[in-house]
């Protein structure tokens, strides 16, 4: 070896040069001792000689450029690992590293050796949190269409490509390389990974959307379909001799162990140190790396990639809180925001489109198409492929830069397709009408969807529950949902309560939650029917969850929490903002009428379901509009409480004295049957007028409420032109509560407020399902109404995809 032709100073960290490896020329890098930390610029000593501040550069400009690249490629929709994908493309010899003095200095051989090693550590930790976020038994309950699609997308392509490549290979002739890259193309191309599926489908916010649900249970199956593919080749291609059975029988061995030794020891570890600590999210996090570790090494050893040995350890462990949630939570930020970013950049890095040569230059169809362009999608595990190949010499750079591009194109065009096309709010964007208004005028069962975060949300629940007086003449059915954020897995979960896994730390929350409830159902036992859910999935698409459940059980009310929780002196104290955009995404597309639930609960000291305080004095703010009418159609019910007082204060211009200024005849209607409540029921229902000039006197006559209240009902929107609000909707802190929802918020008000807001879309038919009988029953008949007790169906689960 002539080491005089090496193509580095003795100032370099490394030195490099060509030699013959046993196939073909490779460079070989030896790394200089004592060229770790630079002595800085001070002392004439430059940093990027020397390896560490090197690599810092490395990863700070690939992190940079990637997220600037992002920012860029935002409004087209495209993913992040793209992002990354194009900046090793700029960074590489394709582009700015066309430049051999910028590539020598930017990306020497030395530097290019320790950034790829320490990537590498990040993509096997990253491919381990993957495995760790996947519910292996998905593939179980994944129904017969989702079976034919997986196995189709993958059996189709893989099978037409080959045909394809064979015939024309027959009847033309294709050079050799082209083959073996067309080969090599179409058996990535083939590929649909669960990762990657998942990760698109959150990305976009359609996880756990009809279509979101088909997908994931799709990709598993074409996932499981290209495995047992990989395997067969693998077993065929090898050396036919007893080594080669050996190293399929050895990998088989080390999914036992990880199955049946290393998984059954974590468990273990990890319920001993819950024990040892009395908390339930500890786990043994040092542990698992050392078992992570050995599995990588093990699967090195064996010949395959360590990463798949970190991948199947990951799928082994239970997926969800305590295990999943907190080793996702210590390892993304390392492994999958710094390292991670790099591994995928590498990639591009590696990308040059100048090494070409000259031997390569001889509704429902909506709906199916948006589903194709999922399955299309290519992310971490088809780049992680091709490098492997890359490396191991299985191809070469042409159809390495082939594969690349062909991924960014496919994947780019995929997933601005599917925004466009798929809307996954169309599925409960109803022709019916169901508002509260609708079910007073109808005689219609009252149907509520109660949707709680904690069980700080229970107590003003049942309350408004109890506030709304279920008969055995006229009952109601609510459902309650417990919104939890996806954390620790890759597929979003909408089940009921009694369905869920009793080791998810979430079902004891659950658990709290309908107990509680239980006890208000045991209390008007035969008044009521309910049953409960809970909802797993990430905030900014969870939306689809309340809406979906909400149009399959024909809800009239969904109730959600505001995004503010308010301390016992009635300060703010804490402000969520991811509830907040899921309250506007509601609003804007639920097929039922949407009140928001202001709870000062705390600071009348009634936090506890045990406790007997009840609402004792109600108040509705009517000033007018569809959505004040909703309100107060609600409160009518509860005047037939006999221990809760009602009273109704309506806001009226001085110009409106002469004459009724009401924009729908039910407004009217509805005026005139609580007035006559009133006069009925007189010490118990009220009715108040208020005759104001301007949006000042109205804010100084809510003001003067005091704590003469319990529970304040108002409407979200009004007439904005309405001189009674002259002047107050100039600006507005939360505008989805509207003018008056908005001003209530202010601290010296210590009374619970709900903010109705009516279904949009007044050319909707009436829903009249679930309508009660007319006819009167006898004086102390116990019995429910028939049709309320058999065709409810509570016993049976939900059909959320109907896949």
């Known amino acids: 070896m002539d080491w005089s032709k090496f193509g580095s100073k003795q100032i370099n960290s490394s030195h490099w040069g060509k030699v013959h490896g046993p196939f073909m020329m490779e460079d ?29 550069l490395q990863m700070s400009v690939i992190i940079i ?90 059996a189709f392509p893989f099978s037409l490509g080959h045909l394809t490549v064979f015939f024309i290979n027959t009847t033309v002739g294709l050079h050799r390389d082209v083959f073996h890259c067309a080969s090599t193309v179409i058996f990535l191309c083939s590929m649909t990974s669960f990762p990657v599926t998942t990760t698109v489908l959150a990305e976009l916010n359609i996880l756990n959307s009809e279509l979101g649900r088909l997908a994931t249970n799709c990709s598993m199956v074409c996932e499981a379909c290209s495995w047992f593919v990989a395997l067969a080749f693998n077993l065929y291609t090898r050396e036919r001799t007893i080594k080669g059975v050996w190293g399929i029988v050895m990998i088989g061995g080390l999914i036992g162990v990880i199955v049946g030794v290393f998984r059954p020891l974590i468990i273990y570890l990890t319920e001993r140190k819950s024990k040892s600590m009395n908390k339930k999210d500890i786990v043994p996090f040092f542990p698992v790396l ?80 948006c589903l194709a362009f999922l399955m299309c999608c290519q992310g971490i595990i088809e780049v992680y492929a091709i490098v492997v190949w890359k490396d191991a010499q299985v191809v070469d750079t042409e159809c390495f830069n082939l594969v690349i591009v062909t991924l960014l194109l496919v994947t780019g065009i995929s997933r601005y397709l599917v925004v466009y096309l798929y809307d996954p709010s169309k599925r409960y964007k109803c022709r019916s009408k169901r508002t509260i208004l609708n079910t007073r005028e109808r005689n219609l069962q009252l149907r509520l969807l109660l949707c709680m975060y ?84 990430p905030f900014p698409s ?30 703010v104290g804490q402000v969520n903002g991811p509830i907040r955009n899921i309250n506007l995404n509601v609003l804007e597309a639920a097929p039922c009428s949407v009140p928001i639930f202001i709870d000062r609960g705390e600071c009348k000291g009634r936090r506890s379901v045990l ?20 309100a107060l159609a609600l409160c009518m019910r509860m005047t037939e409480k006999p221990e809760l007082n009602v009273t109704v204060i309506h806001f009226r211009h001085k110009s409106s004295l002469q004459h009724e200024n009401y ?48 529970m304040v009902f108002v409407g979200r929107n009004h007439d904005l032109e309405s001189s009674v609000l002259y002047g107050l909707t100039d600006w507005s802190e939360c505008p989805e509560l509207g003018v008056i929802g908005d ?52 016993t049976t689960t939900i059909d959320l995809d109907r896949s």
């Open 611 to 630: 406790m007997t305080s009840t609402w004792k004095n109600v108040a509705v703010l009517f000033i007018g509009g569809r959505d004040d009418a909703e």
């Open 542 to 571: 969870i939306n689809n969850d309340v809406c979906t459940l909400a149009l399959d059980k024909k809800a009239t009310l969904i109730v959600i929490p505001f995004h503010k929780q308010y301390a016992i002196d009635g300060t």
């Open 290 to 369: 050392l078992i992570l570790a050995i599995a990588s090494t093990s699967a090195e050893a064996m010949g395959v990639h360590a990463a798949f040995g970190a991948f199947w350890l990951g799928v082994s462990l239970p997926d969800g809180p305590p295990l999943g949630t907190e080793l996702a939570m210590k390892l993304e930020l390392v492994a999958s925001n710094m390292l991670l970013p790099c591994f995928i950049a590498i990639s591009g890095l590696q990308t040059n489109f100048f090494e070409i040569t000259e031997s390569h230059e001889n509704h429902v169809i909506g709906d199916a198409l």
């Open 65 to 154: 450029t990637s997220r600037l690249i992002f920012r860029f490629l935002q409004p087209f929709k495209q993913g992040m690992i793209s992002a990354q994908v194009l900046a090793g493309i700029v960074l590489g010899p394709s582009f700015l590293g066309h430049n051999v003095t910028y590539m020598n200095m930017f990306l020497p051989a030395g530097g290019k050796i320790t950034i790829q090693t320490l990537s590498n550590v990040g993509f096997i930790i990253h491919l381990f949190i993957l495995g760790l976020k996947i519910d292996a038994s998905i593939i179980k309950k994944a129904s017969s269409k989702a079976i034919l699609i997986g196995t189709a997308s993958y």
């Open 663 to 710: 924009s729908e005849m039910a407004e009217y209607n509805l005026i005139n049957d609580f007035k006559s409540h009133a006069a009925a029921k007189k010490g118990k229902v009220h009715y108040i007028e208020e005759i104001v000039k301007d949006g000042v006197e109205t804010t100084q006559a809510i003001s003067s409420l005091g704590d003469a209240y319990d």
């Open 743 to 794: 001003m209530l918020t202010a601290p010296e008000f210590h009374f619970s407020v709900l903010v109705v807001h009516q279904q949009q879309g007044g050319a909707l038919a009436m829903d009249d399902s679930y309508k009660l009988p007319v006819e009167d029953q006898k004086s102390g008949d116990t019995k429910i109404q028939e049709r309320f007790s058999v065709e409810e169906g509570f």
């Open 454 to 537: 904690n069980v700080e949300n229970v107590p003003s629940m049942v309350n408004l529950l109890e506030a709304t007086y279920p008969t055995r003449f006229n009952p109601i059915s609510f459902f309650t949902l417990h919104l939890v954020e996806l954390k620790g897995r890759s597929h979003a979960v909408l089940t009921p309560h009694h369905q869920m896994n009793k080791l998810d730390p979430n079902t004891a929350q659950s658990t709290y939650i309908v107990s509680a409830f239980q006890r208000f159902e045991q209390k008007y036992q035969g008044t009521l029917m309910a049953q409960h859910f809970t909802a797993a999935a």
């Open 28 to 56: 070989l890098v030896c790394q200089n001792q004592n060229m770790m930390i630079s002595k800085g610029i001070f002392k004439n000593s430059n940093p990027l000689k020397y390896a560490t501040p090197l690599l810092f």
